[in-house]
Structure formats: C-alpha cells, structure tokens
C-alpha cells in the first residue's frame, strides 16, 4: 500500500457541514493526488500536490481545497458538504520517476452526505 | 480535452483462457501507460505499465503499446477465478506527474 494512510475512511455528514479527510504517507513522496470515484466515471481528479504548500486543481476541483503544510500530510476539505460529494475518496503518491508517473494508491475513505 | 476510453463490460472469460481488455487514448502526449487492477470495494493496485511501443510481459500478464493507433491492451493467460475485478486503464503526463483513468472494464472468470 505504498506506506499510504486515510482518515476517517467511512464518513457520514449532512448537508452543509465542513468535511476535512486526510492522507498521510510516510515515504516522503513529492507529488500528492486526491481523486473521487463514482461509478460509471472511473477515477476524477481532484486537486494535486508538488510539495509542501504547492498544490494545483484537477478536472473536478469545485467545491473543495486542499492544504500541504507537511510532506507527509495532504488534507482535503469539503467547504460545505453537498450530496454530490457522495463518493469514495482515494489519495496517491506518485513515486518520483515522473516520466512514467506511476501512482499508488491509499485504502479510500467512504463519504455519505446525507 | 485528454481522454481514455474503455469498454465497461462485463467481459465473461472461462478459466484458464485468455482474457484481452482494450483501451484507446485521445492524445498523443501521452508518454506511458498504465494497468490498475480494483475489487469491489478495494482501492486500485497497479499491474503493469508500459512506455515504448510493444509489448511488455509480466508473469501471466502481458500490456501492448501502440502509439501509432493510440491503443493499449492487457492479456492475462491462464486466467484465474481471482482475476475477476475491474480494470482500469491509465494514460501519463510528464507535466505535473498526472495520469488520465478510463472508467474501467469489468472482468468475470468463470469456472
């Protein structure tokens, strides 16, 4: 599991409340990602990180922000949950041979808004 | 817009035959490729990637290239009951290390 961790990893929150979800990683990796997985759309890309305090928006970046004041930690925040946000969350590393950007992944964390 | 696009299946396979999952990529930027094998409910395991044109073997798994065709595929042989799972296929960027999913192909093994 590429020493990749996730908090909570189920969640259910209502309508409107603040969500905050962490991946933690303990091998110092560079580059941080947040992806959303619904079915019938694969992987989505969230937001990313290419170090501490630099991070960028992927394809599906409304509605969420996210924070790196640690290498090892990469933060998630749903400003103000909404049932879209529904999802399962997963965070990945990529292990620094950025040519082939492999990536692995954490467990996910399970999110319900209800 | 980068794109990877995959048949969602299911695709039924009998056990010990040969399984092929396909993938086609939009952009020719794409410089390396990848395999991810996900079970329900569990989070995506890379398998096999792929850069040069070609085929690539590992095991009883084996990825093919071609960049001409923007095209990449995964056999698996002597496929196994614990083959069955969903298989999602990637696309890389060298800019910002980012990779492109497709939405997955459902494979099922049957005795």
């Known amino acids: 599991d590429a020493g990749i961790t996730q908090s909570p990893r189920h969640k259910v929150t209502e309508t409107g409340t603040p969500v905050t979800l962490r991946c933690h990683q303990t091998?110092?990796?560079?580059?941080m990602y947040w992806y959303r997985q619904d079915p019938g759309h694969g992987l989505r890309l969230i937001h990313y990180?290419?170090?501490?305090?630099?991070?960028d928006k992927g394809e599906v970046s409304d509605g969420y922000s996210v924070s790196r004041s640690k290498t090892e930690d990469f933060l998630l925040t749903l400003e103000s949950a909404t049932s879209s946000q529904t999802s399962v969350y997963f965070c990945?590393?990529?292990?620094?041979?950025?040519?082939?950007?492999?990536?692995?992944f954490g467990p996910g964390t399970r999110l319900t808004v209800l | 817009q980068k794109e990877v696009e995959q048949n969602s299946g299911p695709l039924s396979v009998p056990e010990g035959a040969i399984a092929s999952l396909n993938c086609t990529y939009s952009?020719?930027?794409?410089?390396?490729f990848f395999w991810y094998r996900q079970y329900s409910g569990k989070s995506p395991e890379l398998i096999m990637f792929?850069?040069?044109?070609g085929d690539k073997e590992d095991g009883r798994f084996t990825a093919q290239l071609n960049k001409a065709s923007q095209y990449v595929s995964l056999l698996i042989r002597d496929s196994q009951p614990s083959d069955s799972a969903t298989y999602l296929c990637?696309?890389?960027?060298?800019?910002?290390?980012?990779?492109?999913f497709g939405s997955g192909t459902r494979l099922s093994i049957r005795p």
């Open positions: 091998e110092n990796h560079r580059y």
């Open positions: 952009d020719r930027g794409s410089q390396s």
């Open positions: 990637a696309g890389g960027y060298s800019s910002a290390s980012k990779i492109i």
């Open positions: 792929i850069y040069s044109n």
């Open positions: 990180s290419y170090g501490v305090k630099d991070t």
């Open positions: 990945a590393i990529s292990v620094g041979r950025e040519t082939y950007n492999e990536q692995f």
